[in-house]
């Protein structure tokens, strides 16, 4: 792959990080912390010259267990919770999406959410072609950061058995496959030349093969319409 | 098994991850904090053609795929060893042809190898991996910062955000980029496998630019990590760097990755 050039930061649409709804518990020890800053603030101000650097954020006293894994009721709580944000209302209305993966995520101080219990959600809204990177405050209930970009984040696991389906039913892919041979893996593919419709759409590529051997044939599927755009010969790839 | 491991005058986490593979936080060296996170986000491949006819007439390349390395491609268990001098961790992750290990490994002097090794043969030869690591290194905190490259006989100051290649210079120890922490004077260094055509990408922390789920960015923009790049400046700030090699198949496969890092300033050097 040729090395990318220097760019400058991609556009996105994002959204500051969102603040806790007034009147919550996250609000109030948001609150508590703002008084405590302000405070710290005033007292510098009075006593340390103004030319002073600041202190770098204390990273070293992080709490390990905020990296664990998320247990299947954090999960669930982080996808409700923002399946129920506003922002993202209608998507959730029309329902042609998947989550494509929900991590635990830690930010660092001196951030106000840093401390608190977070998950990343990563979803690619099939209706609207844009994926969704959202920080939950598991802490607070409430949606914390919120990307949305034309960005193509990785297939779900049921992304990539869709796509060895829809290749494998496919007649092109049947017609040319020899006995024992089966789908060994869905990658997760995109076309570099704008004629390749996987240039600008969700796509898979499904490789087929004998098991331990050298892999015969690649099928494209177009992830959006469920159906395979291009039957390539290993060889030819 | 703990994911805690206090070995080898180490003490880190570790978790497996969706796609990253094998992620390493909030790792000590002798008491100090070295890294926030490490991980490895993805592993590129893409195929050449055999290009006999005229270049002009040839159609175009088509573009790279990747799987994530992770609990879906998990072969067998992450596993704790400890070895002369040191402790590491491994896992071997396969999709299709592509089989891959990763390893981390700590040496009680200071040493830390995050490497990949790549076996397979691919869909044809004519193929080259690139794997992407991502480093967030917080020597004694996260501040405070800067990175150098040694470039025309001696380490120069990266001013702001980039992508850094290695050109074949390197210091007499083989290293070629390096993070400094101006509080301390401590550092972390890093050496390219010389057959990794490696480079680097150095930019500034920011919330909302953790590593991201795929390389792949929005239909004709720059993948990540080149997408990350901008100008902001990089001097006395917290940093994250990317070190991604370029390796082409060859019959000589297994190949093993990655750079070789080194810190100083964390008392006993050898």
Known sequence: MATPKRTGRQSRTTTPWKKAKPGTAASAATSRRRGARAAVAKARTATAPAAEPALPPDVTASDPSLFAPLTPGEIADAVRTLTEDRRVAAMAKVGRYRVITTEPLVVKPPHWITGHRLARVVVYDYAADRCVDACVDLDAGVVAHLEVSKAQPMLSRDEESEAISVATLDERVRDKLTLGETALVALHYWGLDAADPAYARRSAAVMFGQHGGHPSLVAIVDLIDNQVTAVVPAAQW | ?270
Not at chain 2, 36 to 44: A, F, H, I, M, R
Not at chain 2, 173 to 198: E, K, M, Y
């Open chain 2, 1 to 270: 098994m703990s994911n805690v491991i206090a070995d080898a005058n180490w003490k880190f986490h570790w978790r497996l991850t969706e796609s990253a593979g094998i992620m390493i936080y909030l790792a000590e060296y002798r008491g100090r904090r070295v890294l926030w996170d490490g991980s490895l986000p993805y592993v590129t491949v893409d195929h050449q053609r055999d290009v006999m006819e005229d270049e002009a007439q040839a159609p175009q390349a088509r573009g790279p795929w990747w799987v994530p390395l992770g609990t879906r491609t998990l072969a067998g268990n992450v596993r704790v060893q400890p070895f002369r001098g040191g402790v590491e961790l491994t896992a071997n992750f396969s999709a299709g042809p592509y089989h891959y290990m990763q390893m981390w490994r700590f040496h009680d002097d200071g040493r830390l190898c995050p490497w990949l090794t790549i076996h397979g043969s691919g869909l044809h030869d004519r193929h080259t991996y690139h794997p992407h690591w991502r480093f967030d290194f917080d020597l004694d905190g996260a501040g405070h910062d800067a990175v150098e490259a040694f470039t025309e006989g001696g380490w120069q100051r990266v001013e702001e955000e980039g992508w850094f290649p290695h050109t074949g210079e390197a210091d007499d120890n083989g290293f070629v980029w390096r993070q400094i922490d101006f509080a301390t004077g401590s550092s972390v260094l890093v050496r390219p496998h010389t057959w990794d055509d490696a480079e680097l990408f150095a930019v500034r922390y920011h919330d909302g630019e953790w590593a991201p789920f795929s390389p792949r960015n929005a239909v004709g923009t720059a993948p990540f990590p080149a997408a990350y790049v901008g100008r902001e400046p990089l001097e006395d700030q917290d940093v994250a760097l990317w070190y991604v090699a370029h390796v082409h198949y060859d019959q000589a496969f297994p190949y093993t990755a990655g750079p070789w890092i080194k810190l100083e300033g964390f008392g006993r050097d050898k």
